[in-house]
């Protein structure tokens, strides 16, 4: 079952696993969406997960909030796996210096769906 809360935020539940699913563009627009997102994977006692793999490009404001998710549930002893994105939006992420916090250093890349 998929609750979409914009065109760029969802959260899907599968069995016991809560997985925020992210798509285009994620910024300023879609903070507020993203935060209650945010808040209900920290209230999640199951599994959660963030699929980022069809994010074009992620701005600071999503940046600051999935670092603040990180941490929330770091502090509980708990992760949230992130699945993707794509080389664009790590690209930013890793100029910024938000790769390793956030977990990408590890990761497979995942395609550009923007570029062939």
Do not use: K
Not at 15 to 38: C, K, N, P, Q, S
Not at 51 to 59: I, K, L, M, Q, S
Not at 70 to 89: D, K, M, Q, V, Y
């Amino acid at each position: 079952m998929e609750q979409v809360l914009s065109p760029e935020i969802a959260l899907a539940r599968a069995a016991d696993t809560l997985t925020l699913r992210l798509r285009g563009v994620v910024g300023i627009m879609g903070a507020a969406e993203l935060y209650d997102a945010a808040v209900a994977l920290t209230e999640h006692t199951g599994a959660v997960a963030i699929d980022a793999t069809a994010v074009e490009h992620f701005d600071c404001s999503a940046a600051q909030i999935l670092l603040a998710l990180r941490g929330a549930l770091g502090e509980g002893g708990r992760t949230a796996p992130l699945i993707g994105p794509a080389e664009g939006a790590r690209g930013y992420l890793a100029l910024a210096g938000l790769a390793e916090p956030l977990g990408l250093a590890d990761l497979p890349r995942t395609p550009d769906p923007v570029r062939p």
